[in-house]
């Protein structure tokens, strides 16, 4: 039973600077410092439980999500957490829809980060009071805009095909955890050496499936997948990362110089609102045995309906906190079910496998049903300042055991990584040059 109205909304811009040793580089990207707008919902509530949510950024820019989740906090304080989550869809609807904020969306860019971060803090806090994990039910998600492909009905049977063989897969999970693959190896930034030694800890580890950055520069990308295939064998899985690099044409030509190395995708191949250019490099690049795959930066419910309407994609990549919290997440793999195109979400990031690994594990044992063609991203960095941390075992997320949404941050963390009066920022913000 939900309880309490919220009696205070706070958020704090918290910074890592991972752009110092290269962590998180790509071919767009190539100074990122992971960051997050760190959002904390407290209620006037005996049990002082608080609700944690965060939204992930790479720096410069948390400070803008930070004013929009101020801009929004109006909608949630003062309220009942009963009145929200009993009518979680109306709630939904009520912060994508603000008249006057949603301007500068609509349900896109940095108010729907900002949006996400709420809403993730809801979902903390409510599964918290329950003592369990996020329980998602049909009357959380907006269908307005996608009822021509799918219907609150069509999910609602969805759903309850999903509970035919549930406990077993249940069951499943506990024991063998969730499939993931690990993009800690290949930054772009990093030097061959590094390489080379995050990929024989790798394989030592149990890895077996590998992702690279690409794009940048196609003589050097040739090189670096020779080097990382040569390593981890031909039996391994591959996969290429070009973090929307190219044109439409320059995919195409690109992807055919690497198709030798045998990657299973290319992700994020051009820009992620070009939903007919995924759908032409997918057409061309099929004959060669490579999927596409995409997701992290779509805006919306609306862009993924329409990518799997076009036949644009063979892996949808769902996003935390791109998306409005689990509400539109769970639109998404209702949608993903219906079209069989199988979830590998993006993750890595701050906090972004320790939320994902609540979706894709409820994604197999409710909706999917299924581990074919499916895994999720998993990125080594980072999670020691969390107080519920993802743990990782034989290459397998296992299920969380703690209640919430695994979004709390360790409070001595969040002090020093706080931007730009934390110990860390002070310091380096005091270096010569800065």
Known sequence: MARGRISRLSVRDIRFPTSLGGHGSDAMHTDPDYSAAYVILETDAEDGLKGYGITFTLGRGTEVVVCAVNALAHHVLNRDLGDIVGDFRGFYRQLTSDGQLRWIGPEKGVVHLATAAILNAVWDLWAKQEGKDPRRLLSCIDFRYITDVLTEEEAHEILQRGQVGKREREEQMLTEGYPAYTTSCAWLGYPDATLQQLCSEALKDGWTRFKVKVGADLQDD?????????MIGPEKTLMM???????????????????????????????PDDILGHA?????????????????????????????????????QIDS????????????????????????PHAGGVGLCELVQHLIIFDFISVSASLKDRMCEYVDHLHEHFKYPVRIKKASYMPPKDAGYSTEMKEESVKKHQYPDGEVWKKLLAAPGD
């Open 321 to 344: 906190c791109r998306l409005g919290s689990i509400n539109e997440n769970l639109a998404v793999l209702l949608m993903a079910k219906k079209f069989d195109v199988p979830v590998c």
């Open 222 to 230: 040739i090189r670096r997948c020779q080097l990382i295939r040569n």
């Open 280 to 316: 032409a490099i997918s057409k061309a690049l099929a004959p060669l045995g490579i999927g596409v795959a995409t997701g992290e930066q779509c805006h919306n419910r609306v862009i993924f309906k329409q990518l799997l309407q076009a036949k644009a994609l063979q892996f949808l």
């Open 241 to 271: 990362d070009a973090n929307q690099r190219w044109d439409v044409p320059e995919a195409v030509e690109w992807m055919a110089r690497l198709a030798e190395f045998r990657p299973l995708w290319i992700e994020e191949p051009t820009s």
